[in-house]
């Protein structure tokens, strides 16, 4: 499962990476790919640091400063991305 999660968020990030260089170099955009791309990296994230928690690596503090960041990110990145497709559709 770790290694799954791992490689979703390596493919949201590489999505996100071309998704702005298309946008810089061919001025093409995709609405809300880029914001959802970067909730489900936040995502992985947050499930990497509690593997390393439950594994002892990582203090409790920074556990929780990764969730809570994290979670805020996730929620910020999920309203832009709905934002970009109301726009985009209307």
């Known amino acids: 499962m770790k290694k ?11 999505i996100t990476i071309s998704n702005s260089l298309i946008f810089l170099i061919k001025d093409i955009y995709i609405p809300a790919l880029g914001p959802f791309s970067l909730g489900i990296v936040m995502l992985s994230i947050i499930y990497s640091n509690k593997q390393r928690y439950n594994q002892g690596s990582i203090k409790k503090g920074q ?4 969730l809570i960041v994290g ?3 996730v929620t910020l990145n999920i309203a832009a991305g709905t934002s ?6 209307n």
């Not at 799954?4 to 590489?14: F, K, L």
């Not at 556990?63 to 990764?66: A, K």
């Not at 970009?84 to 559709?89: E, K």
Request: without cysteine.
């Open 4 to 14: 799954i999660i791992r490689i979703i968020g390596i493919i949201a990030a590489v």
């Open 63 to 66: 556990w929780r400063f990764t």
């Open 71 to 73: 979670l805020i990110a």
């Open 84 to 89: 970009q497709l109301i726009v985009a559709f």
